[in-house]
């Protein structure tokens, strides 16, 4: 008994951090020119558009 409810919890946990992980699955790019590890940076993030004419699409 107690080796089943081990293992559906941890079913429980891998699907709930697998639906909380799966939003940032995004095709976002950060980039610096002079990343210095301890040092302030300015980065750019890049997000594509993936729409072809450039308009994100509405539904």
């Given at each position: 008994?107690?080796?089943?409810?081990?293992?559906v919890s941890?079913?429980?946990l891998y699907v709930g951090a697998a639906?909380?992980?799966a939003p940032a699955w995004a095709?976002?790019?950060?980039?610096s020119d002079n990343p210095?590890?301890?040092n302030?940076?300015?980065?750019?993030?890049e997000v594509p558009n993936?729409?072809?004419t450039?308009?994100?699409?509405l539904r």
């Open positions: 008994m107690r080796i089943a409810f081990v293992t941890a079913a429980t639906a909380g992980v095709h976002v790019h950060v980039s210095v590890r301890g302030m940076a300015i980065v750019t993030f993936e729409s072809p450039g308009a994100p699409p």
